[in-house]
């Protein structure tokens, strides 16, 4: 507690220095900024210019551009597209309003007669400030007096339970009214249940894994055991019976880091799960694994590759005999993997020659077969990745990529937060891992929430600070020492951005916690001091995480709230399911028969993703030339289902053959 004191005081004593200066040296750093703002407005408004240009020699246009011209066809004072549509259109609905900004609500805007547009939102939920969305609009039509603006409030939840309705009712309205913040959370945005069956539901419960010291490896064993404490809790709460399907159970993550230690667990426990992990689709680890072979067929004195590809399910060695291997190599790791394991040398080397010699697609096709890769080793997710890296080789090959191309061109944009292939249908039994914002619209009877410790700032340390209100601010800058400092109008609009980041932070966690149809847990680390947190602004505009602040607003609702407190050593050790079942991945496939895969689990289900057909070549060529020798066949009349199937295609095989 005295450190924590002390290192409270020094960095107050350090906020205030850093802005403690005579009155006259602020308004003299306004007047100083003037040029070198100037000249930022005038590159940027260079740079703008070029890009136009550039696109439209390309004939191109983004997004944006969409908008505003658009924006400008209906403002033009010489076009009349505007009045048209006034008079074509009859009534404008606009759903999710609360997430428009200010060049969508003008279009609107500029087709309306003022009295026939109809917008549904919900402020709370407004959580797309990256997306420059403005819930302030929303709120202006809501405070609006005019005679044509009236406000309609739906006050029933059809959703969630009685105590979930309740709690989240008593816990915003605690959150959000605090003074010196925009938002609130007033009478009209309570809700009550819509019908009897919501009565009564289980308490909502916060599970906090008691306090270990700190520190970043000890950061990510919580996350490990937040990520096992949250399995073993869905494999006792299915065992229980009252939720039996593995789709009941969701969790909600702030971010996509938080994903990976879950899936980790989901694996380890046979929790069937969908879990998109962004880290890329080219870091996903079956394609890493196929990459590794890739490189060392392009340079087989690759060590670093020959690592990676006897580590991985294509060879299966293990640390300790890769630690052997290099003890006994006297000249190169390839070498003593050459004497020490002279079978497994010569199939790799027999991969390296069909590199060589197959196009990029059909080696693929063949290495994926290695050592029954694809269909012993890796996971619904993987396989579905690895059907799409041969689909991109796919279209390589008709560009004639070499080896060395594609290697080089995926290395250039592996860091890429390509989202990994989808796999699974929304019907198929499993437990779905998403964030927060993944999850908006969408309800789970289960819905387990990861909280968290601390909110990031993520404006502080910019050079250049704007605000669509203030305007464009710059640090002062003070030669020859280049000491950075804040002055009126950076420390202006970054503390309206911290309280709209802090305000939209509360929306997030609003719509994490009304995903739950009957029960709600929320799962984080028994921090220090959390019994201490006093709910005022300072709090709300800390980094204090959500644990924090839920803890800090709910003292006074214990009726439809509980906390546990969970032994980090009750969780530390890795659960077996005392029964194992068969868990059954069905791929549909046309004109096929199913190709069915087992692995361990605790139940069957189905998911509807086509399967790679490993010993299908490119054929589309020859495919595409009987299809339209079979439309020669048609005659020059309307074509029926009835006319096509009559056309009998055994005489183009016979030709073929």
């Known amino acids: 507690d005295l ?4 290192d409270n005081f020094y960095d107050t004593i350090k906020s205030i220095i850093t802005r403690y200066f005579k009155e006259e040296d602020y308004l003299l750093d306004i007047a100083n900024l003037r040029r070198p703002i100037s000249a930022l407005i005038d590159c940027v408004s260079e740079f703008n210019h070029v890009y136009q240009t550039i696109k439209e020699e390309s004939e191109v246009l983004d997004f944006s551009d969409m908008e505003k011209m658009a924006l400008q066809i209906l403002k033009h004072p010489h076009f009349d597209v505007s009045n048209q549509l006034r008079n074509q259109i009859k009534d404008i609905l606009v759903d999710e309003f609360q997430d428009s900004n200010e060049v969508q609500d003008e279009l609107v805007e500029c087709i309306s007669r003022g009295n026939n547009v109809f917008r549904v939102g919900d402020v709370k939920q407004s959580i797309y400030r990256f997306r420059n969305a403005r819930p302030q609009l929303m709120k202006r039509l809501i405070a609006s007096t005019k005679e044509n603006d009236q406000t309609l409030y739906l006050s029933n939840n059809y959703r969630s339970k009685e105590n979930i309705v309740e709690f989240n009712n008593q816990l915003f309205s605690n959150l959000m009214n605090i003074q010196g913040l925009d938002s609130s959370y007033s009478p009209q945005d309570t809700v009550k249940i819509g019908v009897d069956s919501q009565r009564g539901g289980e308490r909502i419960e916060l599970h906090l894994i008691n306090e270990m010291e700190e520190s970043d490896e000890e950061s990510i064993k919580l996350d490990r055991l937040k990520a096992n404490h949250v399995a073993q809790t869905i494999i006792k709460m299915r065992q229980e019976k009252v939720y039996p399907k593995w789709k009941d159970y969701v969790v909600l993550v702030k971010s996509h880091r938080s994903k990976l230690e879950l899936k980790k667990a989901f694996d380890s426990y046979y929790i069937p799960n969908f879990i998109d992990v962004k880290a890329g689709f080219y870091l996903s680890s079956s394609v890493q694994d196929v990459l590794q072979v890739l490189r060392f067929c392009l340079d087989p004195s690759d060590e670093l590759a020959l690592v990676g590809v006897l580590l991985s399910s294509f060879f299966e060695m293990n640390e300790n005999q890769l630690a052997e291997l290099r003890i006994q190599s006297k000249y190169s790791m390839v070498d003593g993997f050459k004497q020490l394991y002279p079978i497994d040398y010569k199939n790799l ?10 196009r990029l697609s059909d080696f693929l096709n063949h290495l994926y077969q290695f050592n029954n890769y694809y269909d012993q080793h890796i996971d619904t997710q993987q396989r579905t990745n690895l059907d799409l890296l041969r689909v991109k080789a796919l279209s390589l090959d008709e560009e004639n990529f070499s080896l060395i191309e594609f290697i080089e061109m995926v290395e250039s944009i592996q860091d890429e937060k390509t989202s990994e292939a989808i796999p699974v249908s929304q019907e198929d ?18 819905v387990f929430v990861m909280g968290t410790k601390v909110f990031m700032n993520q404006n502080s340390n910019s050079l250049v600070h704007y605000d669509n209100d203030i305007g464009i601010a710059m640090n002062t800058i003070l030669l020859p020492e280049r000491f950075k400092r804040d002055n009126p109008m950076t420390l202006a609009i970054k503390h309206k951005i911290l309280r709209e980041e802090k305000e939209e932070a509360l929306r997030v966690w609003y719509v994490a916690l009304t995903r739950a149809e009957k029960k709600l847990i929320i799962v984080d680390k028994n921090h220090k001091n959390l019994d201490k947190a006093q709910l005022n602004l300072d709090l709300i505009l800390g980094n204090r995480g959500y644990t924090f602040l839920t803890h800090a607003a709910a003292r006074n609702i214990f009726d ?91 005489s183009i095989i016979e030709e073929k053959e």
């Open 3 to 6: 450190k924590e004191a002390r």
């Open 349 to 358: 080397m027999g991969l390296v020659k069909q590199a060589n010699q197959l």
């Open 429 to 446: 039994d499993v437990v779905k891992v998403l964030t927060i914002h993944q999850s908006k619209g969408l309800e789970w009877p289960v």
């Open 560 to 650: 439809t709230f509980e906390i546990k407190e969970i032994d980090p050593s009750s969780i530390e050790s890795h659960y077996v399911p005392q029964t194992q079942s068969t868990k059954t991945f069905t791929y549909i496939k046309p004109d096929k028969p199913s190709i069915v895969f087992r692995r361990p689990s605790a139940h069957e289900f189905k998911s509807q993703v086509t399967q790679l057909d490993l010993d299908y070549f490119n054929d589309g060529k020859e495919r595409g030339t009987r299809l339209h020798k079979l439309i020669e066949l048609l005659p020059t009349e309307n074509w029926t289902y009835e006319l096509i199937d009559s056309i009998d295609d055994k």
